[in-house]
């Protein structure tokens, strides 16, 4: 059979295919640094498209910061979820409302997410410290939100009303379910 | 004509429902929930007790601290001006704290109310229900009741919990200071700030 062009470049393309395809190959679902666990900071704006994602199911976000215990003692379960449902397709972000302008808390926010083996997309709002409760409408943390592949906002579970404060049982619950009925995720 | 009517039902129906305020269990205009007997602290050192309607003072607030936390640890010298300020008004400042914490039971309350020269009554309820009640969610929560104990304005004190240098809003003091004047207050909700309230077995 003879190539529509030279050799050389026929191989050197084929390779370049190949290797492009080995890197998206790759490339998890979230954004995982290979080797490390990072925190990125996000304009509300931008993270509100990056909830879109339509390489998973549902996207889980948890909402937590350095100054808050009860985040912190609920962050494992999120660590869990991830090695537990990922391959399912749920997607996983943590988002903390730590001061962006605060370098301590900063560096405790990554320190701990560190720690915890976050490997997972983690976000550090870049707002106003505060912002972050008027743009989710919370009143505290921690609190979880479940977001469709289309960045739409299903559930929230909050610490808002006395009555029903949420437990982290019933966020795997819900989500074990959601994730037993959904159809597969579109590539 | 038909069609008219038809387009106006239409948006009618499509209109979305007013905003919810930012608490769960109780709106502005509602009758403040009572409270009765909650073992205090008066700020002589004296054991006490709150009870709603014991309190005379045309303007209530009642607040919901907790020792533990940094916000109600920075509004602290905020709280305390406020009630110096107000006490030759008819205004009464209470406080209460529903916390599962440790430095925030009575024993916790009165050390610190000696420490910090605490001018207002600080109890303790251990069984939440005041904070229930209230759909207290934060530390501090204000909640500002008038004359007739309806409830004119629930959140926060001002715009900045954290740093009162940086506090360009100042709600509680507006309210109160618009009841006083017969009027309604100008701002009458905002979003509570500082540290969430966990409730026992929810």
Redesign the interface.
């Known amino acids: 059979m003879t190539l529509p062009f030279p050799r050389r470049i026929f191989f050197t393309s084929l390779a370049a295919g190949v290797l492009g395809v080995s890197m998206i190959a790759s490339a998890p679902a979230q954004d995982a640094a290979s080797g490390g666990v990072k925190l990125q900071p996000m304009k509300w704006s931008r993270f509100k498209e990056r909830l879109a994602d339509k390489k998973v199911k549902f996207t889980l976000v948890d909402v937590w910061a350095t100054?808050?215990g009860?985040c912190k003692e609920n962050f494992p379960h999120l660590v869990e979820m991830h090695r537990k449902f990922a391959d399912k397709g749920l997607g996983v972000i943590s988002l903390t409302l730590d001061d962006p302008t605060d370098t301590k808390a900063v560096a405790a926010a990554e320190k701990f997410l560190q720690e915890k083996q976050a490997a997972f997309t983690n976000v550090l709002l870049d707002e106003n410290?505060?912002d972050g409760?008027?743009r989710l409408n919370i009143?505290?943390?921690?609190a979880v939100f479940l977001f469709g592949p289309d960045g739409r906002e299903l559930k929230r579970f909050t610490?808002?009303?006395?009555?029903?404060?949420f437990?982290y049982e019933e966020v795997e619950k819900d989500v074990a379910a959601r994730l037993a009925a959904a159809a597969p995720a579109s590539k | 004509m038909r069609k008219f009517l038809l387009s106006m039902a239409v948006v009618a129906l499509a209109i979305p429902a007013l905003a919810e305020g930012y608490n769960k269990k109780v709106k502005i205009g509602d009758q403040a929930p009572t409270f009765a007997g909650i073992p205090a602290y008066a700020p002589n050192g004296e054991e006490t007790s709150l009870t709603l309607s014991d309190l005379k003072e045309d303007v209530v607030v009642l607040v919901f601290l907790g020792n533990h936390c940094p916000a109600v640890q920075a509004a602290d010298d905020r709280i305390i001006d406020f009630a110096s300020d107000y006490k030759d008004k008819p205004v009464k400042l209470v406080a209460v704290s529903v916390n599962d914490v440790d430095q925030d039971r009575l024993p916790g309350i009165k050390e610190h109310m000696k420490e910090k020269k605490i001018n207002y009554v600080y109890g303790y309820d251990e069984s939440q229900a005041i904070g229930r009640a209230y759909g207290a969610t934060n530390t501090p929560h204000f909640f500002v009741l008038d004359k007739e104990r309806k409830i004119r304005y629930i959140g926060s004190m001002d715009d900045n919990v954290m740093n009162e240098a940086k506090a360009t809003k100042h709600y509680l003091r507006d309210a109160v200071d618009a009841l006083l004047a017969g009027k309604t207050p100008p701002v009458e909700e905002t979003r509570p700030q500082g540290c969430g309230v966990k409730y026992k077995n929810n």
């Open positions: 100054t808050c009860p410290y505060g409760y008027d009143n505290t943390i921690p610490m808002d009303d006395p009555d029903h404060q437990t």
